[in-house]
C-alpha cells in the first residue's frame, strides 16, 4: 500500500517530510525556528525551577511533590540542551556510517523491551505488529531513531502506541509505521477536522526528522483529528538479491563509525556515595554525549529505575550487595543483555562482560578516566 492509498482508506493530512537543501532560504528559516523552540524549550522549565529554589529560599521548606516537580523542570531542560547537541551533530554532515544488515524488528524490540517501564509508568500500551526485515543502515543511528520515535509518541499519545513493519510492494522496501492517537476521540472538535501539525512538532520530532535525514530515510506523517500514523521507509533493504549491489559493495568504504559521539543520548546511572568517585565517573565521561544521572545507593537505584530504565549503570565497588544482586537479576530478566560495569576500589582492572563467566563489566579505580570510556562503548555498542 502506497501512501496515497493510504490517505484515501485513512482521511486527513498526509505529508512527507524531505530533507531541506543546505544553502536556502527556508533551510536557514528553519534553523531560526529550531533555535528559538530549543531556546523556550529550556528557559521555561528552568524559569519554573528558579521560582521554586527562590520559594525554598524564602521559606526554608520543600515538601516531596516540590523536590519531585524542581528535578523533573531540571530534567526537561537538560533534555532539551541534548536534543539541541544531537540535533546539531547529526546535521553536520561530518558522520560517517558503518552500513551493517541489521534485523529491523529485533532491534525494535530490543528498544521496546528496554523501555517497558517507561511506558508502562505512563499507562501506554505498545502493540507490535513486526514482520521480518532486514535492512541496511548504521547501527547507532538506527538505536538513535528508534529511541527517537518513541520518545516522540510517547510525549504524543494518549493510550495505545501501534508499532508495524512491513514490506512496501514496490520498490521492496521495509517501512516501520507508528500509529496513535493524539486527542481523546471524544474530544474532536469534528470527525473531519483538521489537526494543527505544531502540535505535533515538539523537539522530539525535530530529533526524529533530522535522524531519518541523516541516515537518508524518507520520511511520511499524516494526521487527521485524532490520529497520527508515521512511516518511515528504508530504501536499503536487503533481500535475497539486491539488484545491482552486491554484498562486498554494501561494506566497501565504509569503517566502523568514527562517528566521535555514537552513544551520544545513551542513559547511564551512577550508583555511588562518594563524591570523589562522582566526580571521576563524571569526567571520564564528560564528552560522550551521555546522559548521566547519580544516586547514592542501592535503595535510590532501584527507586529510579521503577519509571524507566537507563542504558547502562556503573556501580561503586562498596555498594554491591543483595540489595544489587537482587535489582540486576530484575533487571537481567527483563534486558538480558542490559549493561553493568562495577567499579573496583583499587588497581588498573579493565575486564569486559564475560571474563571468568560476569554478566558484569570491571573497571579498576586507578583507570577510570581512560577505561570507563571504552568499557561502556563497548558494552553499549554489544545491544545496538
Known amino acids: 500500500m502506497d501512501m496515497s492509498d493510504l490517505e484515501r482508506k485513512n482521511g486527513g493530512q498526509g505529508r512527507s517530510h524531505p530533507a531541506p537543501p543546505a544553502d536556502d532560504s527556508e533551510s536557514t528559516q528553519r534553523w ?139 520498490p521492496a522496501h521495509a517501512q516501520l509505521v507508528c500509529r496513535f492517537a493524539h486527542r481523546p476521540a471524544d474530544l474532536a472538535p469534528t470527525a473531519d477536522a483538521a489537526p494543527d501539525p505544531s502540535t505535533l512538532e515538539s523537539l522530539s520530532w525535530r530529533l526524529l526528522e533530522q535522524t531519518a535525514w541523516t541516515m537518508g530515510l524518507p520520511i511520511h506523517r499524516q494526521d487527521d483529528a485524532t490520529q497520527t500514523t508515521l512511516t518511515i521507509e528504508f530504501p536499503r533493504t536487503a533481500n535475497d538479491e539486491i539488484s545491482g549491489v552486491s554484498t562486498m559493495e554494501i561494506d566497501e568504504g565504509f569503517a566502523p563509525s568514527s562517528n566521535s559521539k555514537p552513544l551520544a543520548g545513551s542513559h547511564v546511572l551512577v550508583v555511588a556515595s562518594r563524591r570523589e568517585v562522582r566526580v571521576q565517573i563524571r569526567d571520564a565521561l564528560r564528552n560522550m554525549g551521555l546522559i548521566i544521572d547519580f544516586v547514592n545507593s542501592v535503595d535510590e537505584a532501584s527507586e529510579f529505575c521503577r519509571e524507566g530504565l537507563p542504558h547502562a549503570i556503573v556501580i561503586e565497588s562498596i555498594q554491591r550487595g543483595e540489595k544489587f544482586a537482587h535489582l540486576r537479576e530484575e533487571i537481567s530478566a527483563e534486558v538480558p543483555d542490559f549493561v553493568f560495569i562495577e567499579i573496583i576500589e583499587e588497581g588498573n582492572t579493565f575486564e569486559m562482560s564475560g571474563f571468568s563467566g560476569s554478566n558484569v563489566a570491571r573497571v579498576g579505580r586507578d583507570v577510570i578516566d581512560s577505561s570507563l570510556p571504552s568499557a561502556l562503548m563497548f558494552e553499549l555498542s554489544k545491544g545496538l
Do not use: Y
Open 32 to 170: 531560526q525556528q529550531l533555535v528559538l523552540e530549543i531556546g523556550a524549550a529550556t528557559a521555561a522549565p528552568l524559569s519554573a525551577a528558579l521560582e521554586r529554589i527562590h520559594a525554598l529560599i524564602t521559606s526554608g521548606k520543600i515538601d516531596r511533590a516540590g523536590l519531585r516537580a524542581l528535578r523533573d523542570e531540571v530534567e526537561m531542560a537538560r533534555q532539551a540542551g541534548m536534543i539541541g547537541q544531537q540535533i546539531s551533530r547529526f546535521a553536520s554532515g561530518r558522520l560517517r556510517q558503518s552500513h551493517e544488515r541489521l534485523q529491523l524488528a529485533d532491534t525494535l524490540k530490543g528498544v521496546l523491551s528496554h523501555r517497558h517501564r517507561e511506558t508502562q509508568a505512563r499507562g501506554i500500551v505498545l502493540k507490535p505488529t513486526l514482520k521480518p526485515a532486514e535492512v541496511i543502515v548504521d547501527a547507532s543511528l538506527l538505536f538513535s531513531l528508534l529511541n527517537a520515535v518513541l520518545d516522540w509518541a510517547l510525549g504524543h499519545a494518549r493510550s495505545n502506541i501501534e508499532f508495524r513493519i512491513e514490506m512496501k510492494a514496490w
